[in-house]
């Protein structure tokens, strides 16, 4: 017996010493240019195994397993280097690394600027560029919510009922931003309001903003600005994307993406369906909070091989959607109705655009777009049933004069229908139904003119001729100059905008509530005259940390801006040309700062005034903050795949209309911010799984901000406070307070 014991006590010994013997090490040095490289991420591929350089360069990783390993060293602004070694036993191998420099994160290529494809850096044009990588730092099911963490860019929420809503940009309203999809118009007009969701975030290959008018371009409605919703490329897309998530709210979202060729054919397929049935009235206003929707979204690309190798690609995207938000023991028998307030609204919006480059010697592109939005609704017992067509030709010429001119000449012409069940589609004796009908061709010619090496200086004008109000010049000046090693870029911008308002397709307040619409006399189409600075200073420090520092001033002066009054007569929204003028100004600043220890902050802040000036008086714009600011600071670790992500926004009090006298609803919001984190596994480099909380300082307006949410018909008003009735329109940010949510990524490439 004590020998067998003794043979079993040797036997674990052995065991023991040929478990620790299958281990080995790694160790090297990492460098640039020969110089050594501190906080680089060296790991082993496929475990937990992994350690940062020191400041010498140096790294060493222990009890790595014996046989063939991948050695991966990665770090922002060098390419991923992987290398395969074979360990041994009790050995230490050795194995350095020369970092590759990679300028695709510092630099990508932007459209949106000057209609051309160019890098960042080399745009006149200030060109903000954001990846999905961005938004999956705090997963949205739209894009309308995922602008949340965007600086200078909020999503407003206009409607307490239905949670309908617009991007103001440098608090300018949703109307003076102009969407769209792969450079084609898209969002505008009647879809303003509801065409920013469905848009399936799987295809979606990064999202471009201009920041100021860009009319000369666009045409009348980029007043404020644009976002250019780009997506990807069949080519380069992945065979299979799935993208899920849920919240502790019941809501429910899910993103498809499937590339396919037929022929010599390349195909993108995307499908987002999003789903919320859960009624929820936390703060007790007899109203739900969220509104309940059920929406899908298809989205089909094709691009077309051709011999010569030109563009041909058509894009098309349907949506359907059944929104509803209102008294919680509301049903569908009462759409419409009197007994149980709801707002019900059935939305279908078909879309469809593309690109066709003609087979000459020369660089002339045809763009095209089409769509058609349907709208079917119920606000209370108010009918607002809607359709609205629109489509749009573009012939551009892309050539150059001599060494120093860029030209790019176009031809466009928009062609919109709109038809509502309103007074707004009356005849002038306000009895015979009659659509808007709004031809509008248009010319434009851009020269970018290359002054010196570092200096460009990009002139255009566009011409403009509305069949209803006759022509428009959009005049556009950009100057830019950088340095040689591009570090310091500095960009000057004027130039001009025009838009024609359509108060029922753009304005949901005009809707909802028991305000009566009052037009005081015939509204002329605004304009404005913009100006803005921008400075960007780009730093690479000695241990490859890399910081990014971008800042605008702007400025913004509006003639015969419409802006509704609430405050005139509490019973009425007066919709009118301002008899003064308007501003909107302020400064913005940006940084990006990327540590090689995993560590990244992104953070801006706003400081703004948008202000209107009547009859020598000054005011505050209601609903606009003075100062806003975002933040993102994520850590990843290598080593084990784990990231971590903390995002943000805080907003100044902003002035909020009230019903006058005895409303006792404070007359500003309070400071408030939206704060979020997320912690991401990826267990390979085609699934992982994230989760987190959104709200976390669980946030809620005020409960009384629905005025008299207990008799939403004013049936039983009081005669001492008639200007008391039912009022939804006191809203500034969403009701949905704090929720868990996870979700899951997967791809086949």
């Known amino acids: 017996m004590h020998l067998k014991k003794t043979y079993i006590f040797f036997f674990l010994c052995s065991l023991s010493f040929l478990s620790y013997a299958q281990k080995g090490s790694v160790k090297g040095k990492v460098t640039f240019k020969e110089k050594p490289m501190a906080y680089i991420d060296v790991y082993i591929s496929g475990t937990s195994l992994g350690t940062s350089t020191n400041e010498n360069g140096d790294y060493t990783i222990n009890n790595v397993s014996v046989g063939k390993q991948k050695i991966i060293v990665?770090?922002?602004?060098?390419?991923?280097?992987?290398?395969?070694?074979?360990?041994?036993?009790?050995?230490?191998?050795?194995?350095?690394?020369?970092?590759?420099?990679?300028?695709?994160?510092?630099?990508?290529?932007?459209?949106?600027?000057?209609?051309?494809?160019?890098?960042?850096?080399?745009?006149?044009?200030?060109?903000?560029?954001?990846?999905?990588?961005?938004?999956?730092?705090?997963?949205?099911?739209?894009?309308?919510?995922?602008?949340?963490?965007?600086?200078?860019?909020?999503?407003?929420?206009?409607?307490?009922?239905?949670?309908?809503?617009?991007?103001?940009?440098?608090?300018?309203?949703?109307?003076?931003?102009?969407?769209?999809?792969?450079?084609?118009?898209?969002?505008?007009?009647?879809?303003?309001?509801?065409?920013?969701?469905?848009?399936?975030?799987?295809?979606?290959?990064?999202?471009?903003?201009?920041?100021?008018?860009?009319?000369?371009?666009?045409?009348?409605?980029?007043v404020g600005g644009i976002i250019n919703i780009i997506t990807k490329k069949p080519s380069s897309a992945p065979k299979l994307t799935v993208e899920t998530f849920g919240s502790s709210w019941g809501e429910i979202n899910t993103d498809l993406g499937f590339k396919y060729t037929l022929g010599k054919t390349d195909g993108l397929l995307g499908i987002n369906y999003?789903?919320?049935?859960?009624?929820?009235?936390?703060?007790?206003?007899?109203?739900?909070?969220?509104?309940?929707?059920?929406?899908?979204?298809?989205?089909?690309?094709?691009?077309?091989?051709?011999?010569?190798?030109?563009?041909?690609?058509?894009?098309?995207?349907?949506?359907?959607?059944?929104?509803?938000?209102?008294?919680?023991?509301?049903?569908?028998?009462?759409?419409?109705?009197?007994?149980?307030?709801?707002?019900?609204?059935?939305?279908?919006?078909?879309?469809?655009?593309?690109?066709?480059?003609?087979?000459?010697?020369?660089?002339?592109?045809?763009q095209f777009s089409a769509n058609g939005h349907n709208q079917n609704s119920y606000y209370g017992d108010t009918s607002y049933n809607a359709d609205q067509y629109i489509g749009f030709g573009q012939l551009t010429w892309d050539t150059s004069f001599g060494k120093h001119h860029d030209i790019l000449v176009g031809a466009a012409y928009r062609y919109t229908y709109y038809d509502d069940n309103t007074f707004a589609t009356l005849d002038s004796a306000g009895i015979n139904n009659q659509p808007s009908i709004i031809h509008l061709p248009g010319l434009f010619v851009q020269d970018e003119i290359q002054l010196a090496k570092n200096n460009k200086l990009l002139l255009g004008l566009r011409y403009d001729h509305n069949s209803l109000h006759g022509s428009i010049f959009s005049p556009r000046l950009n100057y830019k100059w950088n340095s040689e090693n591009n570090e310091d870029v500095l960009r000057i911008s004027i130039g001009n905008g025009f838009r024609v308002a359509n108060i029922f397709t753009e304005d949901?307040?005009?809707?909802?509530?028991?305000?009566?619409?009052?037009?005081?006399?015939e509204l002329l189409p605004e304009t404005s005259w913009n100006a803005n600075i921008n400075y960007v200073k780009n730093i690479v420090t000695k241990n490859s940390t890399i910081i990014n520092f971008d800042a605008t001033a702007f400025y913004t002066h509006f003639d015969n801006k419409i802006?509704?009054?609430?405050?005139?007569?509490?019973?009425?929204?007066?919709?009118?040309?301002?008899?003064?003028?308007?501003?909107?100004?302020?400064?913005?600043?940006?940084?990006?700062?990327?540590?090689?220890?995993?560590?990244?902050?992104?953070?801006?802040?706003?400081?703004?005034?948008?202000?209107?000036?009547?009859?020598?008086?000054?005011?505050?714009?209601?609903?606009?903050?003075?100062?806003?600011?975002?933040?993102?600071?994520?850590?990843?670790?290598?080593?084990?795949?784990?990231?971590?992500?903390?995002?943000?926004?805080?907003?100044?009090?902003?002035?909020?209309?009230?019903?006058?006298?005895?409303?006792?609803?404070?007359?500003?919001?309070?400071?408030?911010?939206?704060?979020?984190?997320?912690?991401?596994?990826?267990?390979?480099?085609?699934?992982?799984?994230?989760?987190?909380?959104?709200?976390?300082?669980?946030?809620?307006?005020?409960?009384?901000?629905?005025?008299?949410?207990?008799?939403?018909?004013?049936?039983?008003?009081?005669?001492?406070?008639?200007?008391?009735?039912?009022?939804?329109?006191?809203?500034?940010?969403?009701?949905?307070?704090?929720?868990?949510?996870?979700?899951?990524?997967?791809?086949?490439?």
């Open 508 to 521: 949901h307040a005009a809707l909802t509530g028991s305000r009566d619409v009052v037009f005081d006399g």
């Open 74 to 222: 990665s770090a922002l602004g060098f390419k991923t280097l992987a290398r395969k070694k074979a360990i041994k036993s009790n050995t230490a191998t050795i194995q350095n690394f020369s970092l590759i420099e990679d300028s695709s994160d510092l630099d990508e290529v932007v459209v949106s600027g000057t209609l051309k494809a160019v890098k960042k850096l080399d745009s006149p044009v200030a060109v903000e560029v954001y990846s999905p990588t961005f938004f999956k730092k705090n997963p949205a099911p739209s894009v309308f919510e995922s602008m949340q963490n965007v600086n200078g860019v909020r999503p407003q929420v206009n409607c307490s009922v239905c949670n309908t809503g617009d991007i103001h940009i440098n608090g300018l309203e949703g109307p003076y931003t102009f969407v769209l999809i792969d450079g084609m118009p898209i969002v505008s007009g009647l879809s303003t309001v509801y065409g920013l969701t469905g848009i399936p975030q799987a295809l979606v290959e990064r999202i471009e903003i201009v920041k100021g008018p860009a009319s000369t371009l666009y045409g009348s409605e980029a």
């Open 274 to 366: 999003f789903n919320y049935q859960n009624p929820i009235d936390n703060n007790n206003d007899g109203f739900t909070d969220l509104t309940l929707q059920d929406r899908i979204s298809i989205f089909n690309k094709f691009t077309f091989n051709r011999k010569s190798n030109k563009l041909f690609t058509i894009a098309g995207r349907y949506m359907y959607e059944d929104r509803f938000g209102g008294e919680v023991d509301w049903k569908p028998i009462h759409r419409g109705g009197t007994d149980v307030y709801g707002e019900s609204i059935f939305t279908s919006r078909w879309e469809t655009f593309g690109t066709y480059e003609l087979p000459t010697s020369e660089k002339l592109s045809l």
């Open 563 to 749: 802006i509704p009054d609430y405050e005139t007569n509490v019973n009425q929204i007066i919709y009118a040309n301002l008899d003064g003028y308007a501003t909107s100004k302020g400064v913005s600043i940006n940084t990006n700062i990327t540590w090689q220890n995993g560590l990244s902050i992104i953070a801006g802040a706003t400081l703004m005034d948008v202000s209107t000036t009547e009859n020598g008086i000054t005011e505050r714009q209601l609903l606009t903050e003075s100062f806003s600011a975002t933040w993102n600071v994520s850590y990843n670790i290598p080593s084990i795949d784990l990231k971590l992500d903390y995002t943000g926004n805080v907003y100044a009090p902003m002035e909020l209309p009230l019903l006058g006298i005895g409303d006792t609803r404070d007359p500003n919001s309070p400071w408030y911010s939206i704060q979020n984190i997320q912690l991401t596994k990826k267990f390979n480099s085609n699934f992982e799984i994230f989760g987190g909380v959104k709200n976390i300082l669980n946030f809620t307006p005020a409960a009384n901000s629905i005025l008299r949410s207990f008799d939403p018909f004013d049936k039983n008003l009081d005669p001492a406070a008639p200007n008391l009735t039912f009022d939804p329109t006191y809203v500034y940010a969403s009701n949905q307070g704090a929720r868990a949510f996870l979700g899951l990524r997967y791809k086949i490439f």
